[in-house]
């Protein structure tokens, strides 16, 4: 088993930024496929998917956040950030932690985000 705990969520204005946590309680990156994402819901809409990272630090990102949002890691902590910078009302959602380690997926709870001013 491998718990997921996210962290960093919050209110911001918009064009601030945030940056999310997600602690892994095990190292992840164990065979070539396994990653760890970003995903987000935001109220009435499906969950997408926002960033990923592979294990051989390959990134892909959504199209609406292309440019603003960074994911990346910390092997030592076996910690995935997201990096929101010019975050956007359409920004605020639910962000959700997901991990995929030797083909089982693993979620977090989810940590809030809300662009307002």
């Known amino acids: 088993q491998v718990q997921l705990v996210e962290s960093g969520g919050g209110l911001v204005q918009p064009g601030g930024s945030l940056r999310l946590s997600c602690t892994a309680s095990r190292n992840i990156f164990v065979i070539r496929n396994d990653f760890m994402a970003w995903y987000r819901q935001a109220p009435g809409k499906e969950r997408e998917l926002v960033a990923i990272?592979?294990?051989?630090?390959?990134?892909n990102y959504a199209e609406s956040v292309k440019g603003r949002f960074t994911i990346s890691r910390d092997n030592a902590k076996n910690t995935v950030y997201l990096q929101m910078n010019s975050l956007k009302p359409e920004d605020t959602a639910v962000y959700y932690c997901n991990a995929r380690t030797i083909n089982i997926d693993y979620w977090g709870k989810g940590t809030l985000v809300t662009v307002s001013s």
């Open positions: 990272i592979i294990t051989g630090g390959s990134t």
